[in-house]
């Protein structure tokens, strides 16, 4: 039997959470250019989380990515190239971009690590080893 781990929980959660609001996101970008957000996969591995965002044609330079306290933003921009070229359809998303999301509080902040290679961005966030004193602890009832 699996032990219940708590952030599953709260990781599902906000997937919901997010999965309704970019919903709304979508039907709002088929009007306005001017902002998209970039699909995302999150991932626990035994020793780190790994975040992989799809963002082809977009330059490192064009992304931001920042942690405060235990919230992961990624922001950016893709440009749309017009230079010489005679578009008959657009239908990729360009403009401004932001996500952001909650992270557990084991995450090893000064080692994360992020690449950008095939305009698949990944980021790397170890966990912290746990201390005895992290772990949950039973309360008894009296």
Do not use: C
């Not at 039997?1 to 997937?15: N, R, Y």
């Not at 309704?20 to 970008?29: C, G, R, W």
């Not at 990515?65 to 893709?78: D, M, Q």
């Not at 994360?112 to 009832?141: C, F, N, Q, T, Y």
């Amino acid at each position: 039997m699996d032990s219940w781990d708590p952030l599953k929980d709260v990781f599902a959660l906000k997937e919901r959470i997010n999965k309704l609001f970019e919903d709304t996101h979508i039907i709002h970008n088929r009007t306005n250019s001017s902002s998209w957000a970039p699909a995302i996969d999150i991932y626990e591995m035994e020793s780190e989380y790994i975040v992989k965002a799809d963002l082809p044609e977009v330059s490192d330079a064009d992304i931001n990515i920042t942690v405060e306290g235990n919230v992961l933003r990624i922001s950016g921009r893709r440009r749309l190239v017009r230079e010489g070229r005679s578009y008959y359809q657009v239908e990729r998303s360009f403009g401004n971009f932001y996500r952001s999301f909650m992270l557990p509080s084991i995450i090893e902040e000064n080692n994360i690590k992020a690449s950008l290679r095939d305009g698949v961005l990944k980021i790397l966030l170890p966990k912290k080893a746990i201390e005895a004193e992290d772990l949950p602890k039973h309360i008894e009832i009296k």
